[in-house]
């Protein structure tokens, strides 16, 4: 059998099995869309034909070329735009106003110890063993990178457990509104990441971080009210298509030549036509049908953009991540449940509900992964990437489990 053909089969088996498996699970648990298709990626990736080739001696021809990365990198951006936008057309401050102070107090909690405990630690440990006299901000922009990547839930994962379950307690309340809180807050500091480590090679003007922060919310405001007014009452669908995909293209490509987060500047954008715009529900109704295709996409540029670096590093990093993340998360529940005896009733461990992870992750890890290279990229990425899958599966069954024991799941409705 040739390398080529044994390349093929190991593919076409990979995937089969892996949807086959999927598609069973998919009948009790929450999955990720398509996420299957991360093994799809990572087969048809350089990654995994290098691995072969290193291993076997094998002489594969790279599917997915440095140049074919290249050229199809200004598409990959518009895909993470789009995922942005439709976000943003999700966020509304009117339901900012009707949440309780105890999801606003937990998703401070997560984030707080995620940067100081999660991110902390992870800077500690990238400094001893990666510091080289002149990578100092890398590391910074690293560390700052997983402690976003460990505070934000998914609250797809949690609105799909209400529709499955049809929740109405007040704990099934408390997650959804804190996972709102935490996904679109994650958004925007994700977003301010770009501002305040931003490339040295734009010299367009000598801007400090903060200036970069809010030239990036100014852009985005600007060009989200003009679409605002361009857009108007226009009910004709065909017509919204096209407008959006003017805008997103547009958005995208100021953002990526600045470089800003498309994934962020889109979704400043839809968050300011959810809430001025009286057609913003006609377009999110719009959008909704594109969701899982850009979603699977999303996923699949995930795995090809997967680099392990050596197994030993790879290996500690994803390991050590999905520890840190899951003891963030229980030490930020614990404390929001002490900070608020006795003015709401919250579990100690509320925050292992929390641990589900969103598409919105991969997005990232993508977007990360183009705009800021560096030698240790692979490593952080990879242990990102390896916890979506982790705690895609775990996440579940701890956040079930959490809102059985506290009876908001009836057992009898398992």
């Not at 529709?163 to 804190?178: A, E, H, I, P, V």
Request: aromatic content about 18%.
């Amino acid at each position: 059998m040739t390398p080529l053909l044994l390349l093929l089969v190991i593919f076409l088996f990979g995937y089969l099995v892996t949807h086959l498996v999927m598609q069973r699970l998919r009948k009790t648990q929450y999955l990720l869309i398509g996420i299957e298709y991360i093994l799809l990626g990572v087969l048809i990736g350089p990654a995994f034909a290098n691995w072969l080739n290193y291993s076997f001696g094998f002489h594969l021809p790279i599917i997915i070329t440095p140049e074919i990365i290249f050229q199809i990198k200004p598409g990959i951006l518009i895909v993470l735009g789009f995922l942005g936008f439709i976000s943003g057309l999700k966020f509304n401050f009117k339901y900012l106003l009707e949440i309780n102070k105890s999801a606003y107090m937990l998703s401070f909690m997560e984030i707080l110890f995620s940067f100081l405990f999660l991110g902390g630690i992870s800077f500690a440990i990238l400094y001893l063993l990666f510091f080289d006299g002149h990578n100092f901000y890398t590391l910074i922009k690293s560390a700052y990178f997983l402690a976003i990547a460990g505070f934000i839930t998914s609250h797809t994962f949690i609105r799909t457990l209400f529709d499955r379950y049809n929740l109405t307690g007040s704990l099934s309340k408390l997650l959804f509104n804190n996972s709102y809180l935490n996904i679109n807050i994650g958004l925007l500091i994700y977003g301010f990441l770009f501002g305040i480590f931003h490339s040295p090679s734009i010299k367009i003007a000598q801007f400090t971080s903060l200036e970069w922060v809010f030239l990036s919310i100014f852009l985005s405001s600007i060009m989200g009210l003009l679409f605002f007014l361009f857009l108007g009452n226009e009910k004709d669908e065909n017509k919204i298509y096209l407008a959006i995909i003017g805008i997103v293209v547009f958005s995208s490509a100021t953002a990526y030549l600045l470089k800003f987060s498309p994934l962020f500047i889109n979704f400043i954008i839809g968050a300011i036509l959810s809430n001025v715009s009286k057609i913003s529900k006609t377009i999110t109704e719009v959008l909704e049908k594109i969701y899982q295709p850009i979603g699977v996409l999303i996923v699949i540029f995930a795995g090809v953009f997967w680099l392990p670096s050596s197994l030993l590093y790879t290996g500690s990093a994803i390991i050590l991540f999905i520890i840190l993340r899951f003891v963030s998360k229980f030490i930020s529940g614990y404390f929001t449940y002490a900070a608020l005896k006795g003015e709401f009733v919250i579990p100690k461990r509320i925050g292992i509900g929390l641990l589900s992870v969103d598409i919105i992750i991969c997005a990232m890890v993508i977007e990360f992964g183009f705009i800021f290279d560096n030698s240790i990229n692979g490593i952080i990425l990879s242990a990102v990437l390896a916890s979506v899958i982790f705690y895609n599966f775990y996440g579940f069954y701890k956040a079930k489990n959490l809102l059985v024991d506290f009876d908001d799941i009836k057992s009898k409705n398992l």
